[in-house]
């Protein structure tokens, strides 16, 4: 979870409290570690059980070491410098073989990289950059975490949120128009359009908080929604 506040957690991470600090490099984790994995999978082409293993390590090291503190945003985005402390790591944890000092495969964090696996399968190869890369991961983990939040605060009203899955989350080529999906959900054509604008709205204003809280300076968060969104947020 984000801090209550939705401060950045960036700052937060840096808070007096414990408490504080704690929930905000939770955030950090819960935001990065799938991008990540995949990450080591594709770029550094680190098998699943080293993948699993160096992104575990890499995580309670920069926790250990307070390496998020040496954040500057004025220097870089934030995601570029944790791409570059990560590729810091792997080489260091390769050439020193530090995974086995370690412990070799300890479970430190509650991870789904089964399912990032199955995201790996679905995914088609490419000719990205390692930066390219690292970005788009991020976008879909991004975009992925505010879906769900927008399925919570559509649980009063579910069809909302079933129009916003079943056309925006669809594959262009497989949405059903406006007249299928009213038929479907027994609504009115101008309920389905105002249902699923409503529902962009919300999840438009999910990708701008979680960028906020993910950003260190205001600058950096215009940014980050140029890139993700188009916009030059408010």
Known sequence: MFPSTRRSVLLAARDADPEVRRQALGALIDSYWKPV???????HRAEGDEARDLTQSFFALALEKGTFDRYDPVKARFRTFLRVCLDGFAANERKAALRQKR???AALLSLDF???EAELDRSPSSDL??????HREWVRALFAHAVER?????????????LFERYDLEEPGERPTYADLGRELGMTAVQVTNDLAAARREFRRLVLEELRALTGSDA????????VLGVDPP
């Open 37 to 43: 994995y995949k990450y080591l999978r594709v770029q």
């Open 220 to 227: 950096e968060f215009r940014a980050e929604a140029r890139d």
């Open 103 to 105: 412990g070799g495969g």
């Open 129 to 134: 950059t390692p930066e390219e890369y690292f």
């Open 150 to 162: 927008l399925r919570a605060s559509c649980e009063d009203r579910p069809a909302r949120f079933l």
């Open 114 to 116: 089964e399912g990032a």
